[in-house]
């Protein structure tokens, strides 16, 4: 069953999070990034606090199992981002994160600022301007959970007229790349890199689909 973002779904979706942080697969299994909270307030906590409309979250019996979030206007968010949320990930940082994981403040200040302005100019931007993050629980995936997370964000854009969506995910990410392959989304970005930082040939890809067409 597929409901609007709440606040008391807040704990589900930072455990979410976590779980498949690393190319869609549980972090707690590798070393390579121990404060989940703040790996939350960098994916999703600002999104649902920003935008709590474009926010759905799975049920089934009681539980959550799977989330997608996201905003209609990119650059509203990342501007509103680095205002509201940047701040308290960089007191979290500064004061916890790095006695409690130096790995996790490592990591975090490689990928702790909002996606690279050359990557995503004005003219993606304006075609695409809104984008997502989603996540289904290992267990729950393949069973069509995340087609029904993305057509309850779709039809919500498509009922304010949002132009089109765009996404960052990983050549990596095996999971992912099929699923959004499989709803039409075209490459529209390819880097060499990815927030991870795992040695050559991993790709950071960037995909769009128009809505208006
Ligand atoms: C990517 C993800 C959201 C897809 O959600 P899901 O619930 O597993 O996907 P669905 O069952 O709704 O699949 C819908 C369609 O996508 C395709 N698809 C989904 N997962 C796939 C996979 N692993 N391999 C190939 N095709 C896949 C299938 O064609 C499927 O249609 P079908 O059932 O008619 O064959 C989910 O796997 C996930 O959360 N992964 C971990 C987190 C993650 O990587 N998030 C994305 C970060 S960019």
Not at 11 to 40: H, P, Q, R, V, W
Not at 82 to 104: A, D, E, H, N, V
Not at 105 to 121: A, T
Request: hydrophobic share 35%.
């Amino acid at each position: 069953m597929i409901e609007q973002y709440k606040e008391k779904y807040k704990t589900d979706i930072i455990e979410i999070c976590y779980k498949t942080g690393f190319y869609g697969e549980d972090l707690s299994m590798f070393n390579l990034f121990k404060d989940k909270k703040l790996f939350a307030m960098r994916f999703v906590l600002h999104y649902t606090h920003f935008q709590p409309d474009y926010c759905f979250v799975y049920k089934e019996n009681n539980k959550v199992a799977g989330y997608i979030i996201g905003t209609d206007d990119t650059k509203k968010q990342e501007a509103d981002f680095l205002k509201t949320m940047y701040p308290k990930m960089l007191l979290r940082m500064y004061l916890f994160t790095w006695w409690y994981s130096i790995t996790s403040f490592r990591n975090i200040k490689r990928f702790s600022k909002p996606n690279n302005e050359s990557v995503l100019d004005d003219t993606l931007l304006d075609t695409y301007p809104a984008h997502l993050h989603m996540n289904v629980l290992p267990g729950y995936q393949g069973r069509g959970i995340g087609q029904q997370l993305l057509d309850s964000f779709m039809s919500a854009l498509r009922e304010k007229n949002v132009a089109g969506i765009h996404l960052g995910t990983s050549s990596e990410n095996k999971k992912a790349v099929p699923f959004y392959e499989k709803n039409n989304f075209v490459l529209l970005r390819q880097l060499d890199g990815d927030m991870w930082g795992m040695g050559t040939g991993v790709k950071s890809l960037i995909y769009g689909l128009r809505l208006n067409e």
